[in-house]
């Protein structure tokens, strides 16, 4: 790829529709311009044209939109044409564009030149894609928010703290006649205090993010005919699953998507886990244990009429590190209430009727550490999570270091390369290669 290349794609989603939209980017559209509409366009005002072949026949009829440089999307000249949304149509005009020179555009080529020309930082390039991909309501405010700027105005203020206590810290080393009372009347280990807690605030917010955007990973693990299917049905809110008075009616890994609070839920309904003969159910068992490795939450299913027993006390010997929600079912046959004890740990519940069902959900969210949040959560990703976390054991560090100044300062580097990463000052082109790649074609 050159910077120095016009590139063009179809931006809208494949398939028909009304409306169908290319879009072209690049250093020079004048012979585009002309080319496709033959005549000369006023920026940013819409003009009704006929888009033309190399004959002069026309291709379609649609609007024409120029944006000169540097006041567009990429900050390069842009041309988008906006016709009918059938595909033949659509590849004719693209067709036509690569006649006249341009190149189709790479994943996320459009985008990766807007971060290039200053238009966007990597974090809000990144929302673009998300905003996209956004499974809820919520996911999608929080991906504008991104895009907004504000996941960087907050990242951005972090990082100038540190550039200021850096300053502090390199300037008595530079003039070490300063000594550390410099340091001390400059409030500088007050100053660190200070990023540490912000730090730790942006992550707790960024966390909040991440779980719009990746969701949780929920399995229902248990005996057989516990209920663990009724429950993924209850939850669902239909029949997503076979019900059956049989024990082993599971025998394969079912997947589900719902929403709580706005947050995806990717619940899993599993085989019911014994000792058995049967090969099939077997391997359905072996299913069950392999998806517990990749689970945030485990939910294990008990019959309420007799309780935890052998076999259950079996499971939890054997289930992976990861947080554990016991579900009481069927108290419609004990008579019991509905009911969580106050530690959260333990629910009691009917998969049958529904009576208790949105205590479950509740603990759930509580399990994963969402909370709403008064402002609005922005939208993060599992790598904003991770320069977040490698920031912050920098600052710790620095804390450690004490009056040993030198490494104070390099610390003090290593978080503020850290979170430059995270909105693109700092970064390797492999790093760009691989965000952008994830993009639509169009964008």
């Known amino acids: ?8 794609a179809i931006a809208t989603a494949s398939g028909r529709g009304g409306i169908g939209v290319v879009r072209i980017s690049g250093p020079d559209l004048s012979a585009y311009l ?30 024409a939109l120029y944006f000169p440089s540097p006041h567009s999307f990429t900050g390069e000249h842009v041309l988008e044409l906006q016709g009918h949304g059938g595909p033949q149509v659509l590849q004719l005009v693209l067709e036509r564009c690569i006649q006249l020179g341009a190149r189709l555009a790479q994943p996320g080529e459009f985008s990766r030149r807007a971060f290039l020309n200053g238009k966007l930082d990597l974090a809000q390039a990144e929302a673009i894609a998300d905003l996209i991909d956004a499974g809820s309501r919520e996911a999608a405010r929080s991906a504008l928010r991104t895009l907004d700027g504000e996941f960087s105005r907050k990242v951005n203020v972090l990082r100038d703290g540190l ?11 530079d003039f070490p006649e300063e000594d550390i009372d410099f340091l001390e009347r400059a409030d500088a280990w007050g100053k660190l205090s200070g990023l ?10 960024a966390r909040q993010g991440a779980l719009l955007r990746e969701g949780l990973n929920v399995v229902l693990i248990g005996q057989p005919n516990v209920g663990k299917s009724s429950l993924m049905n209850q939850l669902a809110g239909y029949d997503a699953a076979i019900v059956t008075e049989y024990a082993g009616t599971t025998r394969d890994t079912l997947r589900e998507a719902i929403q709580i609070e706005g947050i995806p839920i990717h619940l899993i309904d599993t085989a019911g886990l014994r000792e058995t003969e049967d090969p099939v159910e077997r391997l359905g068992i072996a299913r069950t244990w392999a998806v517990l490795d990749k689970a945030d939450i485990a939910v294990l299913l008990v019959d309420a009429t007799h309780g935890i027993g052998d076999q259950e006390a079996e499971i939890l010997r054997r289930l992976p590190q990861i947080p554990l929600l016991t579900v009481h079912n069927k108290i419609d046959l004990t ?21 208790g069902i949105e205590l479950l959900r509740r603990r759930l969210l509580e399990l994963a550490g969402w909370h709403s949040e008064e402002g609005g959560v922005f939208i993060a990703r599992a790598r904003h999570l991770a320069a977040l976390r490698r920031a912050g054991e920098c600052l710790a560090r620095a804390r450690g270091a004490g009056h040993q100044l030198e490494f104070f300062a390099e610390e003090l580097r290593l978080a503020q390369d850290a979170l430059s990463e995270i909105t693109g ?14 993009f639509c074609i169009g964008k």
Do not use: C, N, Y
């Not at 790829?1 to 063009?8: C, L, R």
């Not at 026949?57 to 609007?63: K, N, R, V, Y």
């Not at 550039?163 to 080393?173: D, Y």
């Open 335 to 355: 008579g019991a209430l509905a009911k969580a004890i106050p530690d959260g740990k333990e629910i009691w519940l009917s998969a049958k009727t529904g009576a």
């Open 34 to 63: 002309l080319g496709l509409t033959g005549k000369t366009l006023t920026p940013r005002h819409a003009s009704h044209v006929h888009f033309r072949a190399a004959d002069g026949a026309a291709l379609d009829d649609g609007i």
């Open 163 to 173: 550039i200021q206590l850096r300053m502090l810290v390199e300037a008595t080393l």
């Open 196 to 205: 540490e807690s912000s730090l730790e605030a942006v992550l707790a917010q």
């Open 1 to 8: 790829m050159s910077a120095s290349d016009t590139i063009v």
């Open 425 to 438: 000052e700092f970064g390797s082109d492999d790093l760009l290669g691989v965000i952008f790649s994830q």
